[in-house]
């Protein structure tokens, strides 16, 4: 299979398995990945844009097809603003990779919860909260999406990634490296 093949399909099974895993949790537990406040559990798969370039559309393609559920609950921007944030957040991871403190990507695993704290704080404040856009408004709704990606990022993300590397599932899994250009 040649390179742009397999970038296609990294991409395609990663955004199949972020939304997957968004779906099951929303049905498992019930606005625990849609609301203000979230512990999305999916995504922990961000640590993939530290080894694999195609995690960067697969992710931000599973975040669009993940947020559809949210249309129907009347929020169709998230599909778009989050969307952003992670295609944001995971282009900044990657390119953050190699800044490490220790043998830890400190930066890099902080990329979700800056992005989304500000992407998703201020369609939150913006669209959402009746009355003018307020900076206080904006700080809490943006904390509020910031802590849940913080709290996903370092804790299952930091298991996942230090697993990965331990056991050479960066190399086992992304051989060749699919997509990188360097």
């Given at each position: 299979?040649?390179?742009?093949?397999?970038?296609?399909a990294a991409?395609?099974?990663?955004?199949?398995?972020?939304?997957?895993?968004?779906?099951?949790?929303?049905?498992?537990?019930?606005?625990?990945?849609?609301?203000?406040?979230?512990?999305?559990?999916?995504?922990?798969?961000?640590?993939?844009?530290?080894?694999?370039?195609?995690?960067?559309?697969?992710?931000?393609?599973?975040?669009?097809?993940?947020?559809?559920?949210?249309?129907?609950?009347?929020?169709?921007?998230?599909?778009?603003?989050?969307?952003i944030?992670?295609?944001?957040?995971?282009?900044?991871?990657?390119?953050?990779?190699?800044?490490?403190?220790?043998?830890?990507?400190?930066?890099?695993?902080?990329?979700?919860?800056?992005?989304?704290?500000?992407?998703?704080?201020?369609?939150?404040?913006?669209?959402?909260?009746?009355?003018?856009?307020?900076?206080?408004?904006?700080?809490?709704?943006?904390?509020?999406?910031?802590?849940?990606?913080?709290?996903?990022?370092?804790?299952?993300?930091?298991?996942?990634?230090?697993?990965?590397?331990?056991?050479?599932?960066?190399?086992?899994?992304f051989?060749?490296?699919?997509?990188?250009?360097?």
């Open positions: 299979m040649n390179k742009r093949n397999k970038f296609i991409t395609a099974l990663i955004a199949a398995l972020y939304a997957a895993l968004t779906y099951a949790q929303n049905f498992l537990l019930p606005g625990t990945a849609t609301m203000a406040v979230q512990f999305r559990v999916s995504e922990v798969l961000n640590v993939l844009a530290l080894f694999i370039p195609a995690a960067i559309p697969g992710l931000t393609i599973g975040c669009i097809i993940a947020n559809i559920y949210s249309v129907g609950s009347g929020l169709p921007l998230d599909m778009i603003f989050g969307s944030a992670t295609l944001g957040a995971t282009a900044s991871m990657w390119f953050l990779r190699k800044a490490k403190i220790g043998k830890y990507p400190l930066f890099a695993m902080l990329m979700p919860a800056i992005w989304n704290g500000i992407i998703v704080g201020w369609e939150i404040e913006h669209f959402f909260i009746d009355g003018p856009f307020e900076w206080s408004g904006f700080l809490i709704q943006g904390g509020c999406v910031a802590l849940g990606e913080l709290a996903v990022m370092l804790t299952l993300g930091t298991i996942l990634y230090f697993v990965m590397i331990k056991h050479g599932l960066d190399r086992k899994l051989s060749n490296r699919i997509g990188e250009n360097g």
